[in-house]
């Protein structure tokens, strides 16, 4: 079997943006007329990178077109591609006005309260003109965001399973999960408190796709016991205060925001420990993507504030 010609030189922006509009678009139709093209040339055009790539990339179906296997795999290039071309035009344009530039960051619950914050106000004060785009999600969420280029990296507990080839990580410090209850919660008064003591009560978890909640189910199971019957799968920051201040519910929170919140007199940390949930703290970034000076700039910051959070750490 002959090999592929060299899709670079056979493919051009054309080809590209026409196959990453057939795919947001679902219909030839509606590529065409979101790129102020006839149909016919929408359709030549796709019968041009077929005939390249030797293979079908869209399968027609009752509702318009589908990528095909092969189909996917080219549209998420074609993405990147297009990404990677929108943010050198943004870096020369930022070169041309003399603007700060900018870095689009996805930050998980672990560093949202202290590590992402301080390294912000850090760079800030250097360069003013910086513009900052925070996203807050899950692994689930964020990871497909930073592999299409989305976002330029991702800063949070690293995943326990491997992100999968072409992500590079790089560990910050080390964090792991606490059990804080609200000041004056009737648990305070009693003493010598297991985990298994806990199982009756109210609770507030991660969402089972988090990694965090994976870590804390295998603690329950490595202590023989069921996930509580009664709780309340949230990673809202705002949402989980406010239950736990407002209630007598049980709320596992990275330790970083744990400690925030008690040092405020909001909350009391339960002397339980939850081994299962240590996991490093880290920069997840595209491995073969050049990152733009802005966002090497704010990792610079992130690795002095994550030093500087281990350091005041009790």
Sequence with gaps: MSRLPRLETHLSLRHLTLID???????LLGASQSLNLTQPSVTKALQEAEATVRTRLFD????????????????????????????????LEDLR????????VGVLVSAAVSILPSAIAAVR??????????????NDVLMPLLRAGEIDLVIGRLPAFSSGSGIAEEILCEDFAQI??????????????????????????????TSLRRQIDEGFR????????????SVSILTNRALVLNADYLLIWPVQLARVEAQRGLVQVLDIPLP??????????????????????????????ASQEALAAP
Aim: net charge positive.
């Design 97 to 104: 006005t003399g603007s700060g530039g900018r870095v689009a």
């Design 180 to 209: 804080v209850v609200r000041t004056g919660h009737p648990l305070l008064t009693r003493s010598g408190l297991t985990l298994a003591d806990l199982m009756e009560q109210p609770w507030i978890l991660p969402p089972q796709e």
């Design 222 to 233: 490595q202590m023989g016991l069921r996930d509580p019957a009664n709780s309340v799968e």
């Design 60 to 91: 027609r179906t009752n509702r318009g077109v589908r990528a095909t296997e092969a189909g996917e795999v080219l549209v998420a290039h074609a993405r990147l591609v297009l990404t990677q071309l929108r943010h050198a035009g943004q870096e």
């Design 125 to 138: 004060q250097k360069r003013p003109n910086l513009a900052v785009k925070v996203i807050e999600g899950t």
């Design 21 to 27: 509009a057939i795919a947001r678009e679902g219909t």
């Design 276 to 305: 299962t949930t240590h996991r490093p703290i880290g920069i997840s970034t595209r491995r073969d993507s050049r990152l733009s000076p802005a966002a090497d700039t704010l990792i610079a910051a992130l690795r002095q504030s």
